[in-house]
């Protein structure tokens, strides 16, 4: 198929305008089929087997992914090509298929939604209204300031609703028009019960990151929105990892959906150096990550604990330890959270502690380490965490504390 329309090359020029230019890597065969083997060990108790943290990064030459299609007339250089998740699942999203999309992190899956759902909004029927469902308040901040970038000046609108946030403002926000709404489940539920949103407004459907939506159990919230779009003619799902278990679920939601599959399987990037801190008896896990973080090599530093109590307690010892850190997690306020983040992103910190809301989705770039204090309870939540570093093409590093 042709894509001549002078719309797209514009949506798709402003949507990577001081967009770093993003790269597939060529897989090492040996190195695949290790991390496939390993990602199945576990022990007798159902943890993963401390091997599974283990794999030596493999040097991997960068290339730019390079479209098969033709499209005419759109005026962009090799760094502003489309990834490959984006270049397989446009026609599909254009033409109003249901589609489900997988692809590793950092390949550009939000574009891959976005842009063809900028250009129908603008090419077919204006009337048409977008809900975009995210597992997290920061995904959710991030998919909106990138539909933003996408449409400015479109006279296209958006409006981000999450927690934290001021119930009242969202409602007078929802009162200005609006082409797309993006949001976590809970704000989204709040807002359709207090009259503020009527779901029956939205034919197209996107849930960002599914397979972690429904393990947080908002399965009961997905099938209620679900159930309250009686005109949805379209439903887009996108995520990292594809959970077997979920099929059924998946099924429920779309008739004959269009599958992209450009990553074979839940693996993790070849590029990422992963190894074990073992912590024997008598030594304290807090005295080993401050002797590490000390060290000039630890740049830019996240660090993953299972709860809200363990993230506090790890960001105060480091303070204590003279290291510049903050934490993220359910307990902080969003504007706490987005403060946070910024200093992270510009190396305002060092170090930034954080539970599993960090895990996805977010683009955050020159991550040299990423720690998990505790070991991942499973290996998706285990790629998710560590593919935070090792980004478009960098190298990277992933240390799990073993007690």
Avoid at 109 to 129: E, M, Q
Avoid at 340 to 361: H, M, P, W, Y
Wanted: charged share 30%; aromatic share 6%; glycine share 6%.
């Amino acid at each position: 198929m042709i894509f001549s329309a002078a719309l797209t090359n514009y949506i798709i020029m402003e949507y990577y305008k001081g967009t770093r230019s993003r790269g597939n890597k060529k897989t090492n065969q040996r190195n695949t089929e290790r991390s496939r083997t390993t990602n199945r060990k576990k022990n007798r108790d159902g943890s993963l087997d401390p091997d599974s943290f283990v794999s030596r990064a493999m040097p991997q030459q960068p290339v730019i992914y390079k479209s098969e299609r033709q499209i005419d007339e759109l005026p962009v250089d090799r760094a502003e090509n489309p990834t490959e998740i984006q270049d397989k699942t446009i026609e599909a999203i254009l033409n109003g298929r249901n589609l489900m999309g997988l692809a590793q992190t950092g390949t550009g899956k939000t574009g891959a939604f976005l842009i063809p759902l900028v250009h129908n909004l603008l090419r077919k029927d204006s009337r048409s209204r977008v809900l975009v469902v995210s597992p997290t308040r920061e995904l959710a901040l991030q998919i909106d300031s990138e539909f933003r970038s996408i449409a400015h000046g479109l006279k296209i609108f958006s409006t981000c609703l999450i927690g934290g946030t001021s119930v009242w403002r969202d409602i007078q926000s929802l009162r200005r028009p609006g082409h797309i709404i993006i949001g976590t489940p809970g704000r989204i539920a709040d807002m359709v019960r207090q009259r503020a949103l009527d779901l029956n407004m939205f034919t197209i459907l996107v849930l960002d990151e599914f397979d972690r939506l429904l393990d947080m159990g908002f399965a009961a919230e997905i099938e209620r929105l679900v159930d309250g779009m009686s005109y949805r003619s379209q439903t887009i799902l996108f995520s990292a990892t594809e959970d077997k278990s979920q099929r059924k679920m998946i099924s429920s939601l779309m008739d004959d959906p269009y599958e992209v599959r450009v990553r074979n399987e839940n693996i993790v990037a070849d590029n990422i150096e992963q190894d074990i801190i073992t912590v024997k008896e008598g030594e304290k896990k807090i005295d080993i990550l401050l002797n590490m973080v000390r060290d000039k090599s630890f740049e830019k530093v996240l660090v993953f604990a299972d709860t809200k109590r363990g993230v506090s307690r790890i960001c105060r010892d480091l303070k204590r330890g003279g290291i510049s850190v903050d934490e993220i997690h359910g307990d902080k306020s969003q504007n706490y959270r987005i403060k946070a983040l910024e200093s992270f992103r510009n190396r305002k910190i060092q170090v930034l502690v954080a539970t599993d809301v960090a895990a996805r989705g977010l683009d955050i770039s020159h991550v040299s380490h990423v720690i998990n204090f505790q070991a991942p309870k499973d290996m998706e939540s285990y790629i998710h965490r560590i593919g935070r570093t090792g980004r478009a093409g960098a190298s990277g590093k992933a240390l799990t504390f073993i007690n």
